[in-house]
């Protein structure tokens, strides 16, 4: 390959783990995971920010993966869809999708899930409208959404 | 038979894997040593193809390059007709159209090498709209553009006609919607001459991808093995397509000899692969004093695209739909799909039934206008009843009951008070609001004798584990094939779910089960399953292994020793076309479907009149689907069907320049978000149907039918805008406007 690529090291942790990768400085965030790092579980959907289905958390915040470049991770704290279930078992929110419809395809899911638990993070009990508003950088072409609304605002419920 | 399973709220069986992001796509898998493969596509709708140059700069010899004179077989993809190459060989047919393909192992030099490429085609006319097409401006198809014609008549229209008082006219529009499935088109190709071609991707039938390969190689079928992957969506945008793209991922891998995997960005997607057909439709119709239709005359024509493909199954389908679930003594239906040069229209949920029945629900709100009835009492004066027949000539067997779903419709919504209570409020509002109703069926299966042709085939097999696994090329794609086989198969045998395995679609293993379309995976497919695992059980009984009542472990036990003593147990089941269902192919006249369901939608919106924006406050879908297997999963079914129903209908407008989608990006082709969607309240009857395994339906793309037509209804009831198209952009909505104020 052409000779001057420039490639850089970044350190930083994916689902609480230190990584250390050697990339170019524009080397999108997603195909660190996806490719570099085996984590497939984050999709691509769009590429350039409007479906949410590469959608992590970047030191606790929401971000879309297909948006962030390489030179922004050092030091950074990612989580994935991989990092949500401890030891085998399926989060909360993972056990409510699979309960209440919230996954048909599957395709966006990753991203919904990852877009619910950050809103969780910051409220307990959200309202179904304020999940609607949370979720809309999400797109899902399967459910409809309701069922992924409902999934979320009933966590841990019977 | 004891149920267990059928009916229950069953969770997704492979849920776990989903939401843990191990479900393993096309794009998650790798295999070593795979170079990247693009496709080089037409910018001409329609030309000749003068030279394809390979400008200095670029390492051509680092390239694998496949064009049409690479391929080994048949440089055309297997489908009705022959029409369609795989690679354009001297002509340009349609805008988007591949012309060659490469392949190197690194992705960026391969985008920039697809840039570099050169081509020199030199322009013919070309046929862009479907009006343009129906009036031969040019011909690019054929002697007339003219795919398929055909004809369904029953009773004397001109006679009717001829001496009617008055005839109501209309003209409708729907506009090509993208199926914008989540996962875009991707496959994984091994191929060489030693061990023929492999291909894994995302795909709805396995079978006719299996088929077009085997053509395209002139290869016998043990040659060829085509696995599913797990598949982010489909919607009908997975049914032919993937053959044209598992046949350009195996070229390159042929040549290369190396493994290559292509997996389309959204922009490509969303411009070269298929859309829904675009349409118009024209109904004449005569009313009797009593309010009773006397004579409909429809005239439906659909936009193929640049080659044949599914056209003429989606235009049959969307025709027979054409009718609608009322009873008419005199209908002709006159069906066209056309050529034009853009790229081919497939199929996308409902198969032509969304566009047909949006022209006639639209219509049948302006007769009713115009002989002075409610739009809900002339639809209850004119609803289709046991013992009648349909446009084909169908003749109802089952006890429909459209005027008591359409009752307990207007039940759950307070349509009539609220009609009143808007009519009052619009009057001086800037918010208007208004309801709107719909009235539908839709048939599952394959149409008329299309299920005998099939004749489709299932196995069931008891592993060494003593389970019970189930074989059929049906994929999942997210609707719960997985699921509802699960279910099926283990009330069938009174066995746990647990002890239910569905194999991956793949040709090496599974028969050739039909493809995963036209709502038939549970009616038809389930029902085969059905008989398959009986007869699995029968042979344990037979053989002494089984008593007639048993426990789970005892059936384990039971499959366990006969596979031991002989090896394997295996049982096939076909499908066996019930009597009832006699199809003239030519005349397109007969039982077009073993059942049909049956839907009323009700829509309320509020039209803002200083943003034109419209919204979808509340909508009420209830349907008679015969017995819900998982009512989970059928409320899911309905409720996506819905959104995108909404989407189709206010959102989704694809925007053509010279026979290109310009507008091929999820920012700029807009589908609903969780903002956009109101409460859909989904509401089931149950009238099982004979035929279906414990009495279901089909339901896959009944939910998408109904919705424009139930919501452009409330738009004019709400605004008096007489709305003849879709989707209603605030242009159409402003422009209708005008029409109806002058
Ligand atoms: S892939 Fe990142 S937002 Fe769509
Ligand atoms: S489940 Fe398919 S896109 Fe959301």
């Avoid at chain 2, 290369?256 to 024209?282: I, L, N, W």
């Avoid at chain 2, 004019?716 to 709305?723: H, K, P, V």
Wanted: glycine share 10%; charged share 20%.
């Amino acid at each position: 390959m052409s000779k001057n690529r420039r490639r850089i090291e970044i350190r930083f942790r994916v689902n609480r783990k230190l990584r250390r990768v050697c990339v170019h400085p524009l080397t999108r965030l997603l195909d660190i995971l996806r490719l570099e790092l085996g984590l497939t579980g984050t999709k691509e959907g769009c590429g350039e920010g409007e479906c949410g289905a590469c959608a992590v958390l970047m030191d606790g915040e929401l971000v879309n993966s297909c948006l962030i470049p390489a030179v922004q991770l050092h030091g950074r704290s990612i989580e994935t869809i991989e990092g949500l279930s401890k030891r085998g078992r399926l989060h909360p929110i993972q056990q409510s999708f699979i309960q209440r419809g919230g996954t048909q395809c599957g395709f966006c899911t990753s991203g919904m899930i990852m877009a619910s638990v950050a809103l969780l993070m910051g409220k307990k009990h959200p309202s179904s409208a304020q999940i609607g508003e949370h979720l809309a950088g999400n797109l899902c072409r399967c459910t409809g959404y309701s069922p992924i609304v409902d999934s979320v605002r009933k966590v841990g419920k019977k | 038979m004891r149920t267990k399973h059928i009916g229950e709220r069953v969770p997704r069986r492979e849920g776990g894997l989903k939401v843990s992001g191990r479900a393993r796509y096309v794009d998650d898998w790798t295999l070593t040593g795979a170079l990247y493969g693009v496709t080089v596509r037409s910018p001409v709708a329609r030309g000749i193809i003068r030279q394809i140059g390979y400008p200095a700069g670029t390492p051509w010899e680092q390239f694998t390059i496949v064009t049409a004179a690479d391929i080994p077989g048949s440089n055309s993809v297997a489908n009705l007709e022959k029409d369609q190459p795989f690679l354009a060989v001297d002509r340009v047919q349609h805008a988007e159209q591949a012309i060659l393909l490469l392949a190197h192992p690194n992705k960026s030099l391969l985008e920039k090498a697809r840039r570099a490429v050169s081509l020199d085609i030199e322009h013919l006319p070309a046929v862009l709209s479907l009006e343009s097409s129906l009036a031969q401006e040019q011909v690019v198809w054929g002697h007339n553009n003219v795919f398929k014609e055909l004809k369904i008549e029953k009773g004397n229209v001109d006679g009717v006609l001829n001496n009617a008082p008055v005839i109501v006219e209309g003209e409708y529009w729907t506009g090509a919607q993208e199926q914008l499935y989540l996962e875009t088109n991707g496959m994984i190709a091994v191929a060489n001459p030693k061990e023929g071609v492999t291909v894994w991707g995302s795909m709805q039938c396995p079978y006719f991808v299996h088929k077009a390969l085997m053509e395209l190689f002139s290869l016998p079928m043990e040659k060829v093995r085509v696995v599913q992957m797990e598949t982010g969506g489909a919607f009908g945008g997975k049914e032919d397509y993937p053959s044209v793209l598992a046949g350009h991922a195996a070229l390159l891998a042929w040549k290369s000899g190396k493994p290559v995997k292509m997996v389309y960005d959204r922009g490509e997607d969303m411009a070269a692969t298929t859309k829904r057909h675009p349409s118009r439709t024209q109904h004449r119709t005569v009313v009797d004093r009593n309010g009773k239709l006397l004579a409909m005359d429809i005239d439906f024509a659909i936009d193929g695209g640049g080659h044949m493909t599914l056209s003429p199954i989606v235009l049959s389908r969307g025709s027979i739909h054409a009718a609608g679930p009322y009873y008419c003594p005199n209908i002709r239906i006159h069906g066209r799909a056309v050529a034009t040069n853009t790229p081919p229209h497939g199929a996308f949920r409902g198969f032509g039934a969304p566009q047909s029945l949006f022209a006639l629900e639209r219509h049948m709100d302006k007769v009713a206008r115009t002989v002075g009835l409610s739009p809900v009492e002339f639809r209850r004066r004119n609803f289709i009843r046991q013992g009648e027949s349909t446009a084909t000539g169908q003749r109802i067997r089952e006890s429909i009951q459209m005027e008591k779903l359409l009752h307990r419709a207007l039940k759950e919504t307070n349509y009539e008070k609220k009609v009143r209570l808007f009519a009052k409020q619009n009057l001086k509002a800037k918010v208007k609001k208004g309801m709107g109703v719909s009235c539908f069926f839709h048939g599952a299966g394959f149409t008329g004798s299309g299920e005998k042709r099939l004749a489709s085939v299932v196995a069931v097999e008891a592993t060494e584990q003593g389970k019970l696994r189930v074989l059929a090329s049906i994929t999942e794609l997210g609707q719960g094939a997985v699921t509802i086989f699960t279910q099926i198969a283990a009330d069938a045998l009174g066995i746990s779910g647990q002890d239910i395995e569905v194999a991956q679609a793949d040709t090496a293993f599974v028969p050739d089960s039909g493809p995963t379309v036209a709502s038939r995976t549970c009616m038809i497919v389930g029902k085969i399953l059905e008989s398959a695992c009986i007869e699995l059980k029968q042979t344990l009984i037979q053989n002494g292994l089984l008593k007639e009542r048993y426990t789970s472990n005892a059936f384990r036990a039971a499959c366990k020793k006969y596979v031991k003593q002989h090896g394997q147990l295996k049982s096939f089941a076909q499908y066996q076309q019930p009597s009832h269902i006699q199809w003239d192919d030519e005349k397109h006249e007969g039982d077009a479907y073993g059942t049909m369901a049956w839907a009323i939608y009700i829509a309320e919106v509020s039209v803002d009149l200083s943003t034109y924006e419209i919204r979808v406050d509340d909508f009420l879908a209830l349907q008679e689907i015969g017995k819900v297997m998982n009512p989970l999963l059928a409320e899911g079914q309905i409720i996506g069907g819905v959104v995108q129903g909404i989407g189709y209908t206010l959102h989704e407008n694809v925007i053509w320049n010279k026979g290109r989608m310009v507008n091929n990006r999820i920012t700029d082709y807009i589908i609903p978000t969780s903002m956009d969607v109101p409460p859909v309240r989904v509401i089931f009857e149950e009238n099982p149907y004979e035929f279906g395994p414990s009495g279901a339906k089909g339901i896959g793309e009944l939910p998408l039918d109904g919705v424009a037509p139930a919501i452009v209804n409330a738009i004019e009831s709400a605004t008096g805008a007489a709305i003849n198209r879709i989707p209603v952009t605030p242009e159409v909505l402003l422009e209708a406007m005008e029409n109806t104020n002058e």
